[in-house]
């Protein structure tokens, strides 16, 4: 049996560079009834400790530290003891939110993670910030893109740290080569599929 993937939506605030915004995120907790990961960590650390329901948590994967997908990481870490993972190009907007801290260990491209039968792999697209990473599962034909890869589109880059044409050669090089039937399960809003932004890419 492969690992099962649930959604956990949270609502909060986005700022940086001086401005603040309402934003609504999605968790991920991939796994099964005894263990899982959590990716991201968002706003809401009750909400995500009750939607973990006791499990072993293997690890926190974050896709980047923007402070809407960090705030309640460390709370939730804690929790459930779990360690934190993240890529260490994005530490200054980490230690924005939590200065003087350090995550666990450190991402890197290529890393695997092993889940309830499954493995997540590491894959480093920087753009949306520098150390923005997305955790391809293979097994069950999809890929968390964090702010990477929207429906639409690429995540934003009118932010500090942030670079279009960047971002536009991590989509193109690392997640369009993927097969085209991988569901893309974004930071923010609704599934896409990598057929359909292949389709949106080609006209950017």
Known sequence: MMAG?????TSG?????GGTWDVDN????????????????PHDAAAIINQVRGRKVLAIL????????????REVAAAVDAPIYLHPDDLMLWEQVYPGDRPERELSDGDTFHVAGSTLKAIHTPGHSPGSTCFYLES??????????FNGGPGATGR?????PTILASIRERLLVLPP????????????????EQITLAKV
């Not at 500090?160 to 279009?164: E, G, V």
């Not at 039937?181 to 359909?196: K, L, M, P, Q, S």
């Open 5 to 9: 993937i649930e959604n956990l939506v």
């Open 13 to 17: 605030t986005f700022s940086l560079d």
């Open 26 to 41: 999605n968790v991920w907790i991939v796994g099964n009834s005894e263990e899982c990961v959590v990716i991201d960590s």
């Open 62 to 73: 974050l896709t980047h530290a923007h402070n809407d997908h960090i705030g309640a990481a």
């Open 140 to 149: 069950e034909g999809t890929v968390f893109t964090g702010d990477t890869l």
């Open 160 to 164: 500090s740290y942030s670079d279009y």
């Open 181 to 196: 039937e991988t569901v893309v399960r974004t930071g923010h809003g609704d599934d896409t599929t990598i057929g359909a």
